[in-house]
Antibody, heavy 124, light 107 residues
Framework: QVTLKESGPALVKPTQTLTLTCTFS??????????VSWIRQPPGKALEWLAR???????FYSTSLKSRLTVSKDTAKNQVVLTMTNMDPVDTATYYC????????????????WGQGTMVTVSS | DIQMTQSPSSLSASVGDRVTITCRAS??????LNWYQQKPGKAPKLLIH???SLQSGVPSRFSGRGSGTDFTLTISSLQREDFATYYC?????????FGQGTKVEIK
């Protein structure tokens, strides 16, 4: 059974750096083709894709947030870490991590398993 | 970045109604289009991948169509548990992008 769970601080102050950890089980990020993404959702708003790390350590970022984001992995611990610098109240959101599945029969990918999300509030 | 636009933003419907949601991409994404369902306070759930492939365990009343830039998600007979917000997402090119969501409410 594949599961993912996000952890991190519930409250951060403006200008601080946020560090979130996604701990997963049921798959290995060292397996060819495996990927994990981070997505966030401000209260009452739409989903926003943030970043992705691949099995081969390739990394991809949101164009608008690229300068503030870093994603890394610890394969031995089955963890993916997201850091976001210079936090602002507009970054208040629920942050999700999700596994990306490869559907070989159709040659596409989708976020098939999601964590429960962790709410982060940015306030002084 | 590829922009994804959903319509309508919200709709009201009754149990048993046929409901269709549209998603348009700012450029061709062939069939690299996924649909998710999200209920309040819950993580999104994958419904359809590759524009028309039903995810395992998803009821057959859900269906997807389209290719290129225009896509639809149809619920053939709306059930009470289908009242939720639906998002499309492209996986054609990074960065992945989502539509703004369509909220399906009870009439």
């Amino acid at each position: 059974q594949v599961t993912l769970k996000e952890s991190g601080p519930a409250l951060v102050k403006p200008t601080q750096t946020l560090t979130l950890t996604c701990t997963f089980s049921g798959f290995s990020l060292s397996s060819t083709g495996m990927r994990v993404s981070w997505i966030r959702q401000p209260p009452g708003k739409a989903l926003e894709w943030l970043a992705r790390i691949d099995w081969d350590d390739d990394k991809f970022y949101s164009t608008s947030l690229k300068s503030r984001l870093t994603v890394s992995k610890d394969t031995a611990k089955n963890q993916v870490v997201l850091t976001m610098t210079n936090m602002d109240p507009v970054d208040t959101a629920t942050y999700y991590c999700a596994r990306e599945e490869w559907y070989s029969s159709v040659g596409t990918r989708a976020l098939d398993i999601w964590g429960q999300g962790t709410m982060v509030t940015v306030s002084s | 970045d590829i922009q994804m636009t959903q319509s309508p933003s919200s709709l009201s419907a009754s149990v048993g109604d046929r409901v269709t949601i549209t998603c348009r991409a700012s450029q061709s994404i062939t069939w690299y289009l996924n649909w998710y369902q999200q209920k309040p306070g819950k993580a999104p759930k994958l419904l359809i991948h590759a524009a028309a492939s039903l995810q395992s365990g998803v009821p057959s009343r859900f269906s997807g169509r389209g290719s290129g830039t225009d896509f639809t998600l149809t619920i053939s007979s709306l059930q009470r548990e289908d009242f939720a917000t639906y998002y499309c997402q492209q996986s054609y090119s990074s960065p992945w992008t989502f539509g703004q969501g369509t909220k399906v409410e009870i009439k």
